[in-house]
């Protein structure tokens, strides 16, 4: 797959947990994978994460190496704009954190400090490594 903003959007919109489900996200988070950014939270339904686990590992290794943990183990969320080509494939921090908040659901992804040590990092922003 080519990292580009519609293929995370389009993935988004397949994987979040939607409220005519068997659960109400309004009052329970059972059955549902919530995924806390950097501005928002979300709301994944387990099984479309899982469906589509292959297809967001190949968009996270469509990033430059520094994300990758065999390559320089994790970068500023804020490089995460262009791809391992140097392309600029979005220029929307939203976008970045869709695609990073869909790897984390699928176990592809994490953030490498926990969120209360972000605001010593540069531009307060996070660190990601790619597994």
């Known amino acids: 797959m080519k990292l580009t903003a519609d293929a995370v959007n389009e993935l988004m919109k397949q994987c979040l947990s939607r409220p005519n489900e068997n659960h109400n996200v309004t009052t329970s988070l059972d059955g549902v994978l919530v995924v806390h950014g950097l501005v928002q939270s979300f709301s ?18 469509e990033l430059p190496d520094e994300f990758q943990r065999s390559g320089g183990g ?5 490089n995460a704009c262009n791809d391992r080509h140097g392309n ?27 969120r209360e040590h972000w605001n010593m990092l540069p531009g307060g922003v996070p660190y990601v490594v790619v597994h």
């Open 44 to 61: 994944f339904h387990p099984g479309r994460i899982a469906e589509h686990a292959d297809e967001i590992e190949a968009l996270l290794k």
């Open 74 to 78: 994790g970068w500023s969320f804020l």
């Open 88 to 114: 600029l494939w979005t220029g929307l921090h939203q976008t970045m954190e869709c695609l990073f908040c869909l790897g984390i659901a699928a176990g592809k992804a994490n953030w490498v400090f926990p």
